[in-house]
Nanobody
Framework: QVQLVESGGGLVQAGDSLRLSCAAS????????MAWFRQGPGKEREFLAA????????DYADSVKGRFTISRDNANNTVYLQMNSLKPEDTAVYYC??????????????????WGQGTQVTVSS
């Protein structure tokens, strides 16, 4: 089992920045990638970004490319999501997720085996 704990959410104003963290613990040796998703009210869970633990360029959804940046700290099994120029439409619960082994597709929820509890991000106009 892998446990994921997100932190860093909160209430901000449009144009502000926020950094989310996700710390993994437990049986982390077989993690291949970690990603961030979000789910707004009445919407499906949406892929944002993914990072492979062994390297390579991260993947981004077009909707956040250029505003959001995913980064990782391998030594501490932690992944971050830096969010800049936040908009009211970015309001959602943000989740991190990780895979138990290799996955060819990283942009779909079904690729992930473990999920965090989510952290609320609210952007006021």
């Amino acid at each position: 089992q892998v446990q994921l704990v997100e932190s860093g959410g909160g209430l901000v104003q449009a144009g502000d920045s926020l950094r989310l963290s996700c710390a993994a613990s437990g049986r982390t040796f077989n993690m291949y990638a970690m990603a961030w998703f979000r789910q707004g009210p009445g919407k499906e869970r949406e892929f944002l970004a993914a990072h492979r633990w062994r390297g390579g360029d991260p993947d981004y959804a077009d909707s956040v490319k250029g505003r959001f940046t995913i980064s990782r700290d391998n030594a501490n099994n932690t992944v971050y999501l830096q969010m800049n120029s936040l908009k009211p439409e970015d309001t959602a619960v943000y989740y991190c997720a990780t895979t138990n082994g290799f996955r060819a597709v990283l942009s779909k929820t079904y690729a992930y085996d473990y999920w965090g509890q989510g952290t609320q991000v609210t952007v006021s106009s």
